[in-house]
């Protein structure tokens, strides 16, 4: 696999913090438990030099940096994890409502591919969010390119898959704006897309797994999503036409 970057990419989106929200550091260890020896008890300053957090918990719980998460990381170059989020003030859907996203970054090594679908888990249970996904970074750049918009953002999106659209015409918040190659969805996001549907979604459901609130985490290609791989591209595409929703392709 030829991947510029060599890196697993975690994406979550969640309703915003509210006054003192255990969120933060309920993702931060839930993360650690997901990743076995993981330790996130590093940031950084402005110059990018590496500064250890001897009280980590209370300084995540205290420090609403951008109105959600700091920066966190562990303290190995070679297999570098790296966690932070923030308050957006754009909204997921067209009721416009600022979110929460929190965003991770796993090796694309051994390791990472198989903790992948736990640590996924452990952000979205932790945010309690509505979905979110991880995908290695090339790839997960080229679905950000199906988002189109004859006016904010021409184009065409590569590979022929189909074009999502902006969250505006998004109807709620719990309708996934994209796909990736582990997918989580809340129990309400589930429902908002129509997953799981026994008579089709059998392929799916083998490399499924349900989350302790109900929702689901759903792996759409045994291997990490290449989409040099045909097999890996259709698999992606027949995603998209199996939930038209996603992306706000379909009216409710």
Same mark, same amino acid.
């Given at each position: 696999?030829?991947?510029?970057?060599?890196?697993?990419?975690?994406?979550?989106?969640?309703?915003?913090?509210?006054?003192?929200?255990?969120?933060?550091?309920? $993702?931060?260890? #839930?993360?650690?438990?997901?990743?076995?020896?993981?330790?996130?008890?590093?940031?950084?300053?402005?110059?990018?030099?590496?500064?250890?957090?001897?009280?980590?918990?209370?300084?995540?719980?205290?420090?609403?940096?951008?109105?959600?998460?700091? +920066?966190?990381? =562990?303290?190995?170059?070679?297999?570098?994890?790296?966690?932070?989020?923030?308050? =957006?003030? =754009?909204?997921?859907?067209?009721? #416009?409502?600022?979110? +929460?996203?929190?965003?991770?970054?796993?090796?694309? %090594?051994? =390791? /990472? $591919?198989?903790?992948?679908?736990?640590?996924?888990?452990?952000?979205?249970?932790?945010?309690? !969010?509505?979905?979110?996904?991880?995908?290695?970074?090339?790839?997960?750049?080229?679905?950000?390119?199906?988002?189109?918009?004859?006016?904010?953002?021409?184009?065409?999106?590569?590979?022929?898959?189909?074009?999502?659209? +902006?969250? %505006?015409?998004?109807?709620?918040?719990?309708?996934?704006?994209?796909?990736?190659?582990?997918?989580?969805?809340?129990?309400?996001?589930?429902?908002?897309? #129509?997953?799981?549907?026994?008579?089709?979604?059998?392929?799916?459901?083998?490399?499924?797994?349900?989350?302790?609130?109900? /929702?689901?985490?759903?792996?759409?290609? %045994?291997?990490?999503? %290449?989409?040099?791989? @045909?097999?890996?591209?259709?698999?992606?595409?027949?995603?998209?036409?199996? +939930?038209?929703?996603? /992306?706000?392709?379909? !009216? @409710?």
């Amino acid at each position: 696999m030829a991947f510029g970057r060599n890196e697993i990419t975690i994406s979550v989106y969640a309703p915003a913090l509210k006054g003192d929200d255990g969120r933060p550091l309920a $993702i931060v260890r #839930g993360m650690e438990r997901a990743l076995p020896g993981l330790r996130l008890e590093w940031t950084t300053s402005e110059k990018e030099d590496l500064i250890p957090l001897p009280h980590r918990d209370d300084w995540v719980a205290s420090n609403r940096t951008d109105g959600g998460l700091p +920066f966190l990381c =562990n303290d190995d170059d070679d297999h570098l994890v790296t966690i932070s989020g923030w308050e =957006n003030p =754009n909204g997921l859907a067209e009721d #416009g409502a600022p979110h +929460f996203e929190t965003h991770a970054q796993l090796p694309l %090594d051994a =390791n /990472g $591919i198989a903790a992948a679908a736990d640590v996924l888990t452990a952000i979205g249970e932790g945010a309690r !969010a509505y979905w979110g996904h991880a995908t290695p970074f090339n790839t997960a750049v080229e679905i950000s390119r199906q988002t189109v918009d004859p006016v904010r953002k021409p184009g065409v999106p590569p590979r022929g898959l189909p074009a999502l659209r +902006f969250p %505006d015409y998004i109807r709620s918040p719990e309708i996934p704006r994209r796909l990736g190659w582990l997918n989580y969805w809340s129990a309400a996001a589930a429902q908002a897309i #129509g997953f799981p549907d026994p008579a089709r979604d059998a392929d799916l459901l083998a490399r499924s797994r349900r989350t302790a609130t109900g /929702g689901w985490v759903v792996q759409l290609t %045994d291997a990490p999503l %290449d989409l040099d791989n @045909p097999a890996h591209l259709d698999a992606l595409k027949r995603a998209y036409e199996r +939930f038209p929703k996603i /992306g706000g392709r379909a !009216a @409710p």
